[in-house]
């Protein structure tokens, strides 16, 4: 009998962590949608996927453990490239998009790195 | 430290052989028993025992993960206010690492702390350019965060 309590539970992990990834991910792309600049929406994004792969990777690594005896390491590994990458992406993208003239949201409060972009350009001209 | 993997790896050899079984489980017991000999002997080999960074790097990573566990929750939270009241910015923010490899990582730890993005290093490597979502919010914690990145940085390259 207890067997089959273990098999629930499992599937009860099993399918929370699908769930909550999933979670993350529609989190991030609602907030992809509803934030108003590039950097405000890379932040919803670099941020909010790198959980919900995690989660639906963790999920199905789970499943196949459990289901088929599979230890797949791709699963794990493909995780630990996410977590790595997400955010040297969301510098790049948005370093480049600040170079390349991607205005800030009108309520913005404070930009600091105008001045040093405006030094460099000065001195560049010059 | 180069010297001691080294060993290392030539006393879970060793091991292999003496115990006449060539599976990867023997080379781990090798290995496993190696790091104690070392452990055991670090007073006769140079340089500190290496297990020590490699605990430091462990520490580090498991900040890492905590961090972006916490900015991923924070960004659903703000994603799902019924009113967006933010005020984002960009700020710069001193430091005192060096070398390109730390301002990397700490650029990279910057990014994954709840709501803060780091957008550019300056020429000088002095200072990180940052955008955070709410900076009132940001600007207060973000000094005890860096110092706890910094320490643990340099811990490990240093």
Redesign the interface.
Known sequence: MSGTWINLLIDIIISLSLLIGT??IF??S??ML????L??R???V???S??GIAGIMIGAFLFLYVEHGIVSGKLILGMIFV??TA??S??MI??AG?HNGVK??D????????E?VNE?RKSIDN | MNLQIVINIVIALMWMFLSESYTFSTFLVGYLLGILLLFVLQRFIPDSFYMDRVIKVIKLIVL??KE??L??I???K???KPK?D???????LPTELKSNWEITLL???I??TP?T????V??DNS?I?I?A?D?PDVVESINDIKETFEKAIMEVTR
């Open positions: 979670f993350f989190s991030a609602i907030g509803r934030f108003p600049d950097f405000t890379l932040h919803a670099t941020k909010g790198t959980l977590m790595m955010p040297v969301g510098h948005s370093r600040y800030l949201w309520k913005s409060v404070r930009d600091d790195y105008a040093a460099k | 890492f993960i972006l566990t900015s991923n924070e960004i659903v703000l994603v799902y967006l933010i005020e984002p910015g960009i700020f710069a650029a990279n730890l990014s994954l709501g993005l780091s957008i550019a300056s020429e200072k350019y955008h979502i900076i």
